[in-house]
């Protein structure tokens, strides 16, 4: 039933046409575009700005990315990432990360702490407005 009330757009497909089409008719003065979550890579989101935006995944293996070997130049590459990602927040930014992480070995499935990003820790020593960091090891 969730899936049904769901719709995906992408700026390809004619989205605009249908929330200009949408406005105001919601009820109240809130506009429809307001009321929608945009889910979309970190590249995708450089140059633009959002009031609230949330990062998850922010944890080892995910950001900065586990690369194959041979690319270890890209940590510099993933840190300017992470730095895109965090400054598109106007005014309140939420970074999640796991607890735990699955991982495959052979064909069995083994868990493990997680670790916070390494990104992550500058932050930690920041002194900032509003910041809540929640641990629960």
């Known amino acids: 039933k969730f899936i ?6 992408t700026s390809d497909d004619g989205t605009s046409n249908v929330l200009d089409e949408e406005e105001g ?14 889910l979309m890579t970190i590249h995708s989101s450089k140059g633009l700005e959002f009031d609230v ?18 690319e270890a130049d890209t940590q510099e590459e993933e840190r300017r990432l992470a730095y895109v ?21 052979g064909n069995r499935l083994v868990s493990k702490q997680a670790k ?4 992550l820790a500058p932050l930690m020593d920041m002194e900032m407005n509003e910041c809540i960091f929640v641990d629960k090891s």
């Open 116 to 119: 916070i990003s390494r990104f």
């Open 53 to 70: 935006v949330v990062v998850s995944g922010a944890e080892e293996g995910c950001l900065p990315l586990v690369r194959r070997r041979g």
């Open 85 to 105: 990602a965090m400054t598109r927040a106007k005014s309140h930014l939420i970074l999640t990360h796991r607890e735990r992480t699955l991982h495959l070995r």
């Open 25 to 38: 008719k919601s009820g109240d003065n809130t506009s429809v575009r307001e009321e929608l979550v945009q």
């Open 4 to 9: 049904e009330h769901v719709s995906l757009f």
